[in-house]
């Protein structure tokens, strides 16, 4: 963080004159943005693509790219956090009902009015696209019709790090009983969207725990510890045993790393819940954890996108939001990049962290990147732990969203920057008493002035110097 504040001021030849905060014309920044020619779904006419009708991805032989369904050149400025509950706690609740001349939360005068400040505000800031956090159907279902790009969940299996996943949750993925459940679920989520152009692509979970990293952070377990305590009816036991019969070569080698004492695999194989769901005892027993793991995720990708792909194979596959914050993005990218076409990724770090991060993954993969959720908070008292990196004021915060998306987008497989989020949460939301989500805006939906101009400033300049 020290390192970040003092880069920040040496960049000023990027940021321009601090007062442009003050001074930005929003019109202006939307004239700007018009004479460029975007097409009605934030494409950039000045890159013309193949049209296909839906959204996808294309290298144009310098530089990734989303191309809109006009087949136009389009990057995704996104913002997340559109939860209608969010409007309606106990320190806001009558303000937005006030607001939406409503009497109560999610009649009819609520869900008008909330679509139509979304969508005004959306339209302030330039933002192009409607992130995963989203649960504001009146956003983003089809009986509304989105007027916003946008990402729809697809949840085979509920694995988001913040609802703390039970072992349970776990279940055995490389069973047909899992096959047959994910087309099932497939078709429940993707066949009325299959001929939504507005559609983006579909995402599953927010940084699922996957790797030990993973469980160090946020605890819980993971399909490598779940599965290798099943027992010898369940594919899943059948797929640990082969791996570690391979490597050990004899039971007796497996016991002297796992101080068991199994007397043959037929035995490890029978055995139910044999091991304890802690940390691995040695350095042997993580390398097999590791290994067990990305067959597992290469397994839950494969059946997971072939479902999808039944019932819908117009739009893009994003897979899950993986953690760049752990080990997780850096463990799984080789197996998942074989099934998504984006890297679809958060990482809440320092701009130089980020690029870091960037420069480590961007020779491993030939796939373009989106930081799916990212950002910067300002402690105050309603709010004393907001997520990622804290500035001392909101010209701060606006600073360093500036730096880090000219860095990101500077380069030539980077598509995409969604904002986490739109509105601040207090302290004294459920769920939010440890950590807050900082946002555009207070809770009363006054933009912080700083980070609305940042915000109009990257849009006006997204598709700048593109050519």
């Not at 191309?67 to 913002?79: A, C, K, Q, R």
């Not at 009902?97 to 009819?108: G, M, P, V």
């Not at 913040?162 to 047909?176: A, H, L, Q």
């Not at 597992?296 to 596959?317: E, G, I, M, P, T």
Request: glycine content about 6%.
């Amino acid at each position: 963080m020290n390192k970040l504040n003092r880069n920040h001021f040496i960049k000023l030849s990027y940021l321009g004159s601090l007062s442009f905060f003050f001074n930005y014309n929003l019109y202006g920044s939307n004239k700007k943005i018009n004479k460029i020619e975007l097409d009605k779904y934030g494409g950039w006419k000045g890159n013309k693509f193949r049209q296909s009708g839906f959204f996808r991805t294309e290298f144009d032989g310098k530089k990734w790219w989303f191309v809109t369904p006009e087949g136009n050149g389009f990057i995704s400025l996104g913002i997340n956090h559109f939860h209608q509950d969010w409007w309606a706690q106990d320190y806001n609740k009558d303000f937005w009902l006030k607001s939406f001349n409503s009497k109560e939360y999610l009649d009819n005068n609520w869900n008008i009015g909330y679509r139509k400040s979304a969508l005004s505000d959306i339209k302030k800031l330039g933002i192009n696209t409607i992130g995963m956090h989203t649960n504001a159907s009146n956003l983003i279902d089809l009986p509304f019709k989105s007027k916003v790009p946008y990402l729809r969940e697809y949840k085979p299996i509920v694995l988001d790090h913040y609802r703390n996943p039970k072992p349970e949750i776990y279940i055995d993925i490389f069973s047909k009983k899992f096959e047959k459940y994910c087309h099932d679920y497939a078709k429940r989520i993707a066949l009325e969207y299959k001929d939504d152009p507005m559609l983006l692509g579909y995402c599953m979970a927010d940084c699922p725990i996957f790797t030990e990293g993973d469980i160090d952070l946020y605890g819980g377990t993971s399909w490598a510890r779940k599965l290798r305590n099943l027992g010898p009816n369940d594919p899943g036991k059948r797929e640990f045993v082969s791996i570690v019969k391979n490597k050990y070569k004899t039971i007796e080698n497996f016991n002297g790393v796992y101080s068991t004492s199994f007397k043959s695999w037929e035995e490890l194989l029978n055995k139910k819940n044999w091991r304890d769901n802690k940390s691995p005892s040695s350095s042997h027993e993580q390398n097999d954890n590791n290994t067990f793991m990305l067959l597992c995720v290469n397994r839950y990708y494969s059946v997971a996108k072939k479902a999808l792909l039944n019932f819908d194979s117009n739009h893009l596959f994003f897979g899950d939001k993986i953690n760049g914050n752990t080990d997780s993005l850096e463990k799984t990218i080789n197996v998942i990049s074989k099934y998504v076409d984006v890297i679809y990724y958060q990482n809440f770090a320092s701009c130089d962290d980020q690029g870091n991060l960037l420069d480590r993954l961007s020779d491993k993969v030939n796939l373009p990147f989106l930081n799916g959720d990212a950002g910067f908070g300002v402690s105050y008292k309603m709010m004393p732990n907001p997520y990622g990196p804290r500035a001392k004021n909101q010209l701060e915060r606006a600073n360093w969203l500036l730096e880090c998306c000219e860095n990101s987008f500077s380069r030539n497989n980077f598509i995409g920057w969604h904002i986490c989020g739109i509105i601040d949460t207090w302290k004294t939301m459920p769920t939010k008493e440890k950590f807050q989500h900082q946002g555009l805006m207070n809770v009363y939906g006054e933009f912080y002035p700083e980070m609305k101009s940042a915000v109009q400033k990257i849009s006006s300049n997204l598709y700048k110097n593109k050519t």
